[in-house]
Nanobody
């Protein structure tokens, strides 16, 4: 049984950094895409970043140049390094796994419905 668990959320001032980590037990990292989503109060869940089985990455325009997604198959972790944080980055952040989205030939980020496994989320709050 696959289980995803996020950690590393918290409160930070604008301009600061946080590193989110997701441990995916029971999941084969050589499979499909893994990614990070976020959902702010009153807003829809949105894709933030994705990494495919070969390490190719893609980011939402709103975080490009500030966030970095990475994975470590040996440690079973999926990380999101967030720098230069802004108040509008405040949200619950979710990790997700096993989207068959073909990053190399398809533009954009994988929709949420394409992911099979989800974590419970971790809160990120950025104050101005």
């Amino acid at each position: 049984q696959v289980q995803l668990e996020e950690s590393g959320g918290g409160s930070v001032q604008a301009g600061g950094s946080l590193r989110l980590s997701c441990t995916a037990s029971g999941y084969d990292y050589s499979r499909h895409c893994m990614g990070w989503f976020r959902q702010a109060p009153g807003k829809e869940r949105e894709g933030v970043a994705v990494i495919d089985r070969d390490g190719m990455t893609r980011y939402a325009d709103s975080v490009k140049g500030r966030f970095t997604i990475s994975k470590d198959s040996a440690k079973n972790t999926l990380d999101l390094q967030m720098n230069s944080l802004k108040p509008e980055d405040s949200a619950i952040y979710y990790c997700a796994a096993d989207s068959p989205f073909l990053l190399k030939v398809t533009p954009g980020l994988p929709p949420a419905y394409t992911y099979q496994y989800w974590g419970q989320g971790t809160q990120v709050t950025v104050s101005s």
